[in-house]
């Protein structure tokens, strides 16, 4: 089954701070262990809101939205797509993962739906 993990955003993470040098290399070999074990099918860390655009629709209208987003908790700094065999498999792999930021922090995984054959 293939999961959306991401990494929930943090005021921190919303400022573009990096991450420590530790901290980075910790989720490279992270990252690595993922690919090894064929898991991971990609990945990456996302820009603040304050680079993000979101696009309200309302029947044929749409409407640009420039960020900042006031929701921190809400937002997201980073993701994967993972190839596991079932979410149990998923949680295990997030609970070996080195904290993503510096404090607390959250990830969630969502199963992706089925193509409909």
């Known amino acids: 089954m293939r999961v959306m993990v991401f990494v929930k955003a943090t005021e921190e993470s919303e400022k573009g ?13 992270f ?3 993922l690919v090894e ?3 991971m099918l990609a990945g990456a860390g996302l820009k603040p809101s304050t680079q993000t ?5 309302d029947g044929p ?13 809400e937002l997201v700094a980073g993701f994967w797509i993972w190839n ?4 149990d498999e998923a949680i295990a ?14 990830i969630e995984v969502w199963p992706f739906m089925r193509k409909r054959t």
């Open 37 to 39: 074990a064929g898991i």
């Open 53 to 57: 655009r979101r696009i309200a629709f």
């Open 17 to 29: 701070m990096p991450p420590a040098a530790e901290a980075f290399e910790a989720m490279e070999r």
């Open 93 to 106: 792999w997030v609970k070996r993962c080195p904290n993503p930021m510096s404090g607390p922090s959250e």
């Open 84 to 87: 596991v065999k079932d979410m």
């Open 31 to 33: 990252n690595d262990e």
């Open 61 to 73: 209208g749409r409407t640009v939205i420039d960020g900042p987003f006031a929701e921190t908790r």
